[in-house]
């Protein structure tokens, strides 16, 4: 197999991309103006798999941009234990490509019937999902036919992150977001073999990251098991020293993302301490000298730059997982929609 449809689908971003932008707008600004009529107190997000590392990305998002704490909600608080939550003074955002999990629309709708505005942000807009939310934003990812998702994660964090950038009246991160697609076309075609041919003959690795790039850290751990079949685990570069590391030995890899915000001096300096420790370390900043530099397309805004990060990640590990004999189209034990109750 020479081409996926998983490869296909990560350079269809930068169009999708383009394409939420346009048709997506409106419903984007009348879902901004909603939240900024109920003026929420905070936000709470639903959401399961790469849809809340989606969430845990909007999270920072949001608490620098507004200002608003974000937490995230267990599905399971309403679906399994039938608990109503108390969410009145809350905006709350239900993230699923699909629309179908009867958990994330359950407490969707207990949010909604909890007081809480409610936004679905799917690719489904005829979906169970949207019909239990108050406002739906529409990712406009067009068929995605990959188990592993890669339009639908990146448009659902460039919906969310619009909705937040026009609710703030941010007038640098919306232009900073309007000129994504070329952004991400770039991100596409950076040359991560360096990467690659690591993590074509192992099996284990840490990923890491700092604040909106701690969330594409667990993005990409998620995407090395589900691709390539390689135990991958994901912490915060704060953290990572904290008991971790000390698994770590001669020629352990370790992913640092790091994007052109105020953590990029803290990511590198870990990333460092670690390859000074004997580890394979690759890193998204030319800041590095003992760690591998990965090619990094930066966008002119830092809440944008780690959506560039896992683009080029996409299109890494999908050549990983061919390398490694894996079809990362149907990926063993899993299929497109997971729908828990």
Known sequence: MTTSQMQREVHEIPEAVARLLDRGGPAIRAAARAAQDRNPAFIATIARGSSDHACTYLKYAAELTLGLPVASLGPSVASVYGAQLRLAPALCLAVSQSGKSPDIVELTRSA????????????????????????????????????????TFVTSAVAGLALVAEWAGDARLLSAISHLPDRLDQ?????????????????????????????????????FKETCQIHAESYSSAEVLHGPVSIVDADFPVLAFAAADAAEGAVVEIAETMAGKGARVFVTSDRARG???????????????????????????????????????????????TETT
Do not use: Q
């Open 187 to 223: 991100a596409a075609r950076a040359d991560w073999s360096p990467l690659a041919d690591v993590m074509c003959s192992v099996g284990s690795l840490y990923t890491i990251g700092r604040g909106p790039s701690f969330a594409i850290s667990g993005e990409a751990a998620l995407k």
């Open 112 to 151: 909604g019937a909890g007081g809480a505005l409610t936004v679905a942000v799917t690719n489904d807009p005829a979906s169970p999902l949207a019909a239990a939310a108050s406002a739906v934003l529409d990712i406009h990812a067009g068929p995605e036919l990959s188990v592993a998702a890669t339009k």
């Open 291 to 337: 760690a591998t530099r990965l090619p990094a397309v930066r966008t002119d805004h830092p809440l944008t730059d780690p959506l560039a990060l896992i683009v080029s990640f996409y299109a890494m590990v999908e050549a990983v997982a061919r390398a490694r004999g894996i079809d990362p189209d149907t990926p063993r034990h899993l299929k497109k929609v």
